[in-house]
């Protein structure tokens, strides 16, 4: 089983006994988060009830107010300490691993005891190295990168539905069947 898949099964417990995912991200990887947020707030495939996954940048008047307040690294640290329960997990996107405010909420995530999951490239970097587990694409080019992201969060919430439903595994092949593998 790959990494995203893993997570997938390790999370879907979590969220369905009320437990909360927080995804940051800039740029591209933000617009990715707000994409896998809307996956388990809405549906992936499969009917189910709705699980608690907050896009951290979608919260324009909070983003802003940090921003000025603050400055721009504490964008979703502060967000992670407000909305972050014991039990919760972060995923966090960097194409870099290394944008600050990103690897700043990392470190508030693990400061307060929420697990902490990277999307990455290259390893080694920063967002990895503070990260419980990180998913890392060996690849040179930003959109390669976000490309793999958008297929590893796919792939997590397969994992969500095949688990939420029972079947341990999805019911029917998919079209992401053959890039498990690329990122195991």
């Given amino acids: 089983m790959g990494r ?3 997570w997938g099964v390790i999370l879907a417990p979590e969220l ?7 995804v940051a991200g800039n740029g591209g990887s933000a617009a990715e988060a707000q994409h896998l947020t809307a996956e388990l707030v809405g549906r992936y495939h499969d009917e ?12 324009t008047s909070s983003v802003t107010a940090i921003v000025n307040d603050y400055g721009a690294d504490e964008v979703f640290a502060r967000q992670v300490e407000a909305h972050g329960r014991p039990g919760d997990t972060v995923l966090l996107l960097s194409t870099s691993g290394s944008s600050p405010n990103v690897v700043r909420a990392a470190h508030r995530a693990r400061s307060m005891g929420l697990r902490v999951w990277a999307l990455t490239g290259p390893a080694p970097n920063e967002l990895a190295s503070v990260a419980d587990d990180a998913l890392c694409v060996e690849a040179d080019n930003t959109a390669t990168i976000q490309e793999v992201h958008l297929l590893a969060a ?3 919430c397969e994992a969500i539905d095949a688990t939420l439903a029972g079947a341990g595994r999805p019911r029917r092949r998919t079209r992401l069947e053959p890039v498990r593998e690329a990122l195991a």
């Fill in 4 to 6: 995203a898949a893993h």
């Fill in 16 to 22: 369905a006994d009320g437990s909360r995912l927080l």
């Fill in 48 to 59: 189910r009830r709705p699980l608690s996954a907050l896009a951290l940048h979608a919260e």
């Fill in 154 to 156: 796919h792939l997590l």
